[in-house]
T-cell receptor
Framework: AQTVTQSQPEMSVQEAETVTLSCTYD???????LFWYKQPPSRQMILVIR??????QNATENRFSVNFQKAAKSFSLKISDSQLGDAAMYFC?????????FGAGTRLTVKP | GAGVSQTPSNKVTEKGKYVELRCDPI?????LYWYRQSLGQGPEFLIY????????DSGLPNDRFFAVRPEGSVSTLKIQRTERGDSAVYLC???????????FGPGTRLLVL
């Protein structure tokens, strides 16, 4: 069974600074997808970034980028130039054939 | 275009009652997923539909939970004899296929008193 671990329940960053959220996962599969979702208080899950395991190049979406280390089964999210609107719960997710498995989440606070 | 919608947004019921939660996926999306999110936790997979059929219902916790998608679009999650432990946010997501990105609805918050 696949598991996803987010070891940081809470993180804080100063506005305009950079923060990295950690995620590790466990799987025996070689081909899979990884995601970071953001969940603000409105509880709508919003896709932040997606990474295909077969791609060596790290995915980037504007201020969001990942550090994907397949051998180490690590998938961290870096947020650059943090903005107040980035404050939310962030969930790392692994996509298997049984739907997505999510980590427990990291609550990100952005200080003005 | 419209995103995934879920109704009602909030539902309060009494222990032992029956509830139905509805999900309207993005038009054209063949895959539909139900998740349950308890307070302070990540979403937990319940069931996956591909078209009209349940491709995987391994996440349903027990036989009080059932879901249908009769025409391959709208889906209803049904919970019989609700228990207080069923209180959670129920999330629906849809996608073009099992390998594609899932887009989530706003969820239904269920409170069982």
């Amino acid at each position: 069974a696949q598991t996803v671990t987010q070891s940081q329940p809470e993180m804080s960053v100063q506005e305009a600074e950079t923060v990295t959220l950690s995620c590790t996962y466990d799987t025996s599969e070689s081909d899979y997808y990884l995601f970071w979702y953001k969940q603000p208080p409105s509880r709508q899950m919003i896709l932040v970034i997606r990474q295909e395991a077969y791609k060596q190049q790290n995915a980037t979406e504007n201020r969001f980028s990942v550090n994907f280390q397949k051998a180490a089964k690590s998938f961290s999210l870096k947020i650059s130039d943090s903005q107040l609107g980035d404050a939310a719960m962030y969930f790392c997710a692994y996509r298997s054939t049984h739907g997505m498995r999510f980590g427990a989440g990291t609550r990100l606070t952005v200080k003005p | 275009g419209a995103g995934v919608s879920q109704t009602p947004s909030n539902k309060v019921t009494e222990k032992g009652k029956y509830v139905e939660l509805r999900c309207d996926p993005i038009s054209g999306h063949t895959a539909l997923y139900w998740y349950r999110q308890s307070l302070g936790q990540g979403p937990e997979f319940l069931i996956y539909f591909q078209g009209t059929g349940a491709a995987d219902d391994s996440g349903l916790p027990n036989d009080r939970f059932f879901a249908v998608r009769p025409e391959g679009s709208v889906s209803t999650l049904k919970i019989q004899r609700t228990e207080r432990g069923d209180s959670a946010v129920y999330l629906c997501a849809s996608g073009m296929g099992s390998q594609e990105t899932q887009y989530f609805g706003p969820g239904t918050r269920l409170l069982v008193l």
